[in-house]
């Protein structure tokens, strides 16, 4: 069983180099199985994303059964490096923004944070990594 550590964590964040590409998704299918099941056992549910533009579960009012509480803003690739932008339903509609290194099936580093600002894509989050503008928890799994 694994054992949760969260400490506050701010700095040390995945830089955004100009000279490194990163490759932007807007498709669910893109985000990582082995991210999807630390989401999984972190929140002790099945995590479920929708597409973006799609409908969700948007506050945590049940309206309709099958609708998934979060909705994919996008996933970003560099190398090893990932970073998840999403919309979480619930008492005071948020976001989330999941930064990781995943080798060989296996995450390190995972950090989870909440904007100060919302995301609506990636030159959104790059402007505000640039500016520090998170409060990052930093995970041990």
Known sequence: MNILFFILYSLNFINFPNDEKWNVYTSKDKIPQTLIKSLNNLTKERVR??????????????????????????????????????????RGSHQHFVECTIISNKILNLKIG?????????????????????DFNYVEL
Request: glycine share 2%.
């Open 114 to 134: 909440s904007p100060k600002q919302n995301i609506a894509n990636f030159s959104d989050a790059q402007r505000l990594m640039e500016s520090n503008e998170f």
């Open 49 to 90: 994303f929708c597409n973006p533009n799609e409908e969700f579960q948007a506050t945590d009012l049940m309206t309709k059964r099958n609708l998934s509480k979060r909705q994919l803003i996008f996933t970003a690739q560099r190398k090893d490096n990932w970073i998840l932008v999403y919309n979480h339903a619930g």
